[in-house]
Nanobody, 116 residues
Framework: QVQLVESGGGLAQPGGSLRLSCVAS???????MGWYRQAPGKQRELVAQ???????AYADAVKGRFAISGDTAKNTVYLQMNNLAPEDTAVYYC???????????WGKGTLVTISS
């Protein structure tokens, strides 16, 4: 079992940037690490995921603007978000999916609000 704690959310202006961090209670190596988001009135959706050290996946809506990365030494996953838009407003959740069992773990989320 792994505990996940997100940080870095807040208020940003359109066109601005934010970097989210997700610190895991243990090694992130056994997990596919990802970021999801849930906007008001909408379902939770995948934003980005690290599949392997050389393979990442992104939602079409964030391709070219967001970048996911991981630091195994710090048990931390980041989501760099650039050129933010109001439609990026959501609660962002860190997700860890076991590579062996498929069991998923979630953080409590961090709110990102994009507004002028």
């Amino acid at each position: 079992q792994v505990q996940l704690v997100e940080s870095g959310g807040g208020l940003a202006q359109p066109g601005g940037s934010l970097r989210l961090s997700c610190v895991a209670s243990g090694s992130i190596f056994p997990y596919y690490m990802g970021w999801y988001r849930q906007a008001p009135g909408k379902q939770r959706e995948l934003v980005a995921q690290i599949i392997s050290s050389s393979n990442t996946a992104y939602a079409d809506a964030v391709k070219g603007r967001f970048a996911i990365s991981g630091d195994t030494a710090k048990n931390t996953v980041y989501l760099q978000m650039n050129n933010l838009a109001p439609e990026d407003t959501a609660v962002y959740y860190c997700n860890a999916q076991s590579k062996w069992s498929g069991v998923e773990y979630w953080g409590k989320g961090t709110l990102v609000t994009i507004s002028s």
